[in-house]
């Protein structure tokens, strides 16, 4: 069964190992080091402040995230966003399905 729900601070370490490969395998991050869970914690606490961040999840496992967070500070942009989506390997509909849900913000 899969579900997608609202990320909380204890995904963090979840999200780690799904996005710590990125940093570490490749550049599309621009992170140099991988995330520590108590970092993403924080980075989820202030995201979802004022903006969407969902977790996919197959039988009780995350195993795809989305959020969208703001793109820049100046006023122009107010209604831009980042969105990111990344998924385990193996992780089939996780990146379509929850990115889906994050496109709807506004």
């Known amino acids: 069964m899969s579900a997608i729900r609202p990320a909380t601070p204890i995904d ?9 490969p990125y940093v570490t ?3 599309v991050s621009f992170e140099e080091t991988p995330v ?4 993403m914690a ?4 202030d995201l979802t402040r004022t903006h969407p961040w969902y977790v996919y999840e ?7 995230y989305a959020y969208a967070g703001p ?8 209604d ?3 969105s990111c989506g990344p998924a385990a390997a193996g992780a089939r509909g996780a990146p379509h399905n929850v990115a889906t ?5 506004r």
């Open 42 to 45: 924080l980075r989820i606490t």
């Open 25 to 27: 395998d490749t550049i």
């Open 36 to 39: 520590a869970a108590a970092e």
């Open 80 to 82: 831009a966003v980042h």
């Open 101 to 105: 849900r994050v496109s709807r913000f």
């Open 58 to 64: 197959e039988s009780g496992s995350v195993v795809g």
């Open 71 to 78: 793109w820049r500070s100046r006023a122009a942009y107010r």
């Open 12 to 20: 963090a370490d979840a999200i780690c190992r799904i996005y710590n």
